[in-house]
């Protein structure tokens, strides 16, 4: 079967851009998760999504970032305006029911 | 609070046994996993424990002691390919929001020499 797929594998913008990442899942996964990992420092829960609901989306740092998964099925994450910290890898993970994540290979985004 | 420990980093040679520990403090225990990443790569799944005891797959086994909130995994034979990151994560299920965070540690590093 397929795997998770993020796309796209790296970004490169300016402060103050807008960049859209997204997320296809495993073909059948309800939960959809969205992680950041910042260099140097832990993977970071940002949220969780059960179909199109967001389940949990106490890991986003604020309001510039924006995450949708409408009809349930692909995920985008959103970064409006990007500043400097934003920097790292964001990582998409999809699971069915209590089974464990499958990670995607993540998009690397840098902000000059 | 949710926190989770790790060593940094562990070096061990090829044929051996390694032990990478995990303690972990959380008020809604749902599962704990292991995870392999070699650089630049995604997270792979290696073991879920949720009861205690020890899980075994292969040349991998992991450990849970809830009671303790403890962990370790415990790779055996080792290889080169083995040299990777290895995280622990613990799945919480949410107070409020009913639903599952799972809350990594920032990972051992482990280096396999010949």
């Known amino acids: 079967e397929a795997g998770v797929t993020q796309f796209p594998s790296h970004s490169v913008i300016e402060k103050g851009q807008t960049v859209t990442l997204r997320c296809d899942p495993i073909?059948?996964?309800?939960?959809l998760y969205w992680y950041r990992r910042v260099m140097g420092k832990e993977i970071k829960f940002l949220l969780h999504?059960?179909?199109?609901?967001?389940?949990?989306e106490s890991g986003m740092p604020n309001n510039r970032f924006l995450a949708e998964r409408t009809g349930g099925t692909y995920s985008t994450l959103k970064v409006q305006p990007a500043e400097l910290e934003d920097s790292g890898v964001y990582f998409c993970?999809?699971?069915?029911?209590?089974?464990?994540?499958?990670f995607g290979d993540g998009t690397r985004l840098s902000i000059l | 609070g949710q926190n989770i420990d790790q060593p940094t980093e562990m070096t061990a040679t090829e044929g051996a046994i390694v032990q990478i520990n995990c303690t972990y403090q959380t008020s809604g225990f749902n599962g704990l996993f292991w995870y392999q990443q070699h650089a630049g790569e995604a997270p792979t799944f290696l073991s879920y424990?949720?009861?205690?005891g020890l899980e075994e797959k292969g040349r991998f086994s992991s450990f849970l002691s809830r009671s303790k909130g403890y962990s370790y995994l415990l790779l055996k034979e080792l290889q080169m390919k083995d040299s990777a990151s290895y995280l622990c994560a613990v799945r919480d299920e949410g107070r409020f929001t009913g639903g599952f965070k799972t809350i990594f540690g920032a990972g051992t590093r482990l280096f396999v020499k010949a």
């Open positions: 424990n949720v009861l205690d």
């Open positions: 999504f059960v179909k199109e609901s967001k389940q949990d």
């Open positions: 073909s059948g996964h309800d939960n």
């Open positions: 993970a999809s699971s069915q029911g209590s089974q464990p994540q499958h």
